[in-house]
Nanobody, 121 residues
Framework: QVHLVESGGGLVQAGDSLRLSCAASGRTNAMAWFRHAPGKERDFVAATSRSGSSTSYADSVKGRFTISRDNAKNTVYLLMNSVKPEDTAVYYC?????????????????WGQGTQVTVSS
């Protein structure tokens, strides 16, 4: 099982951009970002296949966020543009054994510790 470490979170203003990184200790297949805001369930944000040719996004972030990966560095990124206060949450990256990226968090068996993103209005 790989070890995942997120970084890049912080406090930003609405409309700003932020890039999250998730470094894996080894090879991974499908990867995803989820987020968990206080009082809410853990929500799917974005996912990518190992090749990066297949990606999916939650409707709430589509057109603003971009998931990408560098397999040579075992790293997945989440570029967050035009952030909104409702994007405030702890962001987690996750790894699944499948090649294609599922949206259900139950299909991911490896998780990072999370990184806090706070967007002020």
């Amino acid at each position: 099982q790989v070890h995942l470490v997120e970084s890049g979170g912080g406090l930003v203003q609405a409309g700003d951009s932020l890039r999250l990184s998730c470094a894996a200790s080894g090879r991974t297949n499908a990867m995803a970002w989820f987020r968990h805001a206080p009082g809410k369930e853990r929500d799917f944000v974005a996912a990518t296949s190992r090749s990066g040719s297949s990606t999916s996004y939650a409707d709430s972030v589509k057109g603003r966020f971009t998931i990408s990966r560098d397999n040579a560095k075992n790293t997945v990124y989440l570029l967050m543009n035009s952030v909104k206060p409702e994007d405030t949450a702890v962001y987690y990256c996750a790894a699944a054994g499948s090649l294609l990226p599922p949206k259900n968090y139950g299909e991911y068996d490896c998780w990072g510790q999370g990184t806090q993103v706070t967007v002020s209005s």
